[in-house]
């Protein structure tokens, strides 16, 4: 009894009697669960027009981060080297389109696949060519992120809310709704379900294949580069951040692979899931409950509605 009293009944007993305790962890698992949104997005956008998971996600996650601190560190004042990160990663949309997506058009979901870890290892290539493999420390406050934090008492504790993080809660909050609405509510919007539904469907009634792949790779990079902001602020820049991509597809699998509500609702379940589980029985489970709670959530799904909450439900008439 005294065990199942620990795993049951006192985790809910100290959330009651340490509320201060129990916001600043669902503060905590907010924050994560709004930049785990964020990284999602830039999965859905990719999935949506082309039908396949982009393996290169985080690394261009870090490649966008990596090349703003890079051309600040040149000399460049932070906003200009902002709009010519941004320049960088249309360019980098082009180069995609022109000399992958272009060449596989209607090839199978896995030559694609494959397509995209060959991009992620180019541009590791690259970028320890051009930047080095050191990490480098995001300019936070050269683009006028907060420091410092406000405090709240709450019963006869403290709940601390860093500035940094309300920011980028707020940064990426409103990038998902913004992208969403984009995609959701405007005629190129229409035109990349159009896409994803069926390539040559849309090319019958005139949608550029060209022209859309570019501006969903270019909407996935402007995502890649406020995330690595975000988690550069955080920590430092380094190609070890492509692997908090990978939590990603935990969300995804909860939110399905094509929507994006689904990844701002799956971000949140597993922000708060993970930090509450952390907390409250991590010791019970010899800790690092973080690095493994999203993926057995991910499996649970799977096996009981594997298209996700908002996923599109498939069904094959033979």
């Not at 990490?135 to 504790?157: H, N, Y």
């Amino acid at each position: 009894m005294d065990i199942l009293h620990s795993i049951f009944a006192a985790p809910f007993i100290d959330m009651y009697s340490a509320p201060d305790f129990l916001l600043q962890v669902l503060w905590e698992g907010f924050v994560s669960g709004t930049l785990y949104a964020l990284l999602a997005l830039g999965f859905v956008l990719i999935f949506k027009a082309s039908g396949v998971f982009n393996f290169a996600q985080g690394i261009m996650v870090v490649f966008a981060a990596l090349t703003l601190v890079g051309l600040h560190s040149l000399g460049m004042p932070a906003y200009v080297a902002l709009a010519l990160t941004i320049g960088v990663m249309g360019l980098l949309a082009l180069g995609v389109e022109r000399f992958i997506m272009r060449k596989l058009v209607n090839q199978p979901d896995i030559i694609l696949f494959m397509a995209t870890i060959g991009l992620t290892y180019f541009l590791i290539g690259l970028g320890e060519f051009v930047f080095g493999g050191e990490p480098q420390k995001m300019i936070a406050s050269e683009l006028g992120l907060p420091s410092g934090s406000i405090d709240f008492t709450v019963g006869r504790g403290v709940v601390i809310l860093e500035y940094a993080d309300i920011a980028a809660a707020v940064v990426a909050a409103l990038l998902v709704f913004s992208l969403g609405f984009f995609f959701s509510k405007t005629r190129i919007g229409r035109a990349l379900r159009a896409v994803a539904d069926d390539h040559q469907a849309a090319l019958s009634v005139g949608i550029s294949l060209n022209q859309i792949w570019a501006i969903v790779w270019f909407a996935s990079g402007i995502v890649a580069l406020a995330t690595g902001i975000m988690w550069g602020a955080k920590s430092d820049v380094s190609f070890a951040l492509q692997i908090i991509a990978l939590k990603a597809l935990p969300v995804l699998v909860l939110g399905g692979f094509t929507s994006i509500p689904g990844a701002i609702v799956g971000g949140l379940i597993i922000g708060f899931g993970e930090k509450i589980f952390e907390i409250y029985w991590g010791g019970l489970m010899g800790g690092g409950v973080e690095s493994w709670f999203a993926y057995v959530i991910a499996l649970i799904f799977l096996l009981f509605r594997p298209q996700g909450l908002f996923g599109e439900k498939i069904i094959d008439r033979i």
